[in-house]
């Protein structure tokens, strides 16, 4: 599985409030189970806003290694 489905996991895990905001590692590794240990605790800090790669910033670091989502859900 890629990165993007990885993300839109956690979007839809915020989503249907099986991950509450903020969030760490070990809660996304809760409601996102199945991927690479490693995974959970790279990625979200790897696409956080002003991570130094410029990598996509679709999480926003709320203290330390706690963090929400940068973009607001649609209402369904």
């Known amino acids: ?14 989503q249907s409030g099986r991950l509450a905001q903020p969030f760490d590692a070990a809660m996304v590794r809760r409601a996102c189970p199945g991927w690479a240990e490693g995974t959970y605790h790279t990625f979200i800090g790897k696409h956080a806003v002003g991570n130094p790669d410029s990598n996509t910033a679709l999480f926003v670091r709320v203290s330390r290694g706690q963090y929400r989502l ?7």
């Open 70 to 76: 940068n973009a607001p859900l649609a209402k369904a």
């Open 1 to 14: 599985m890629s990165m993007k489905a990885f993300a839109s996991e956690i979007y839809a895990a915020v």
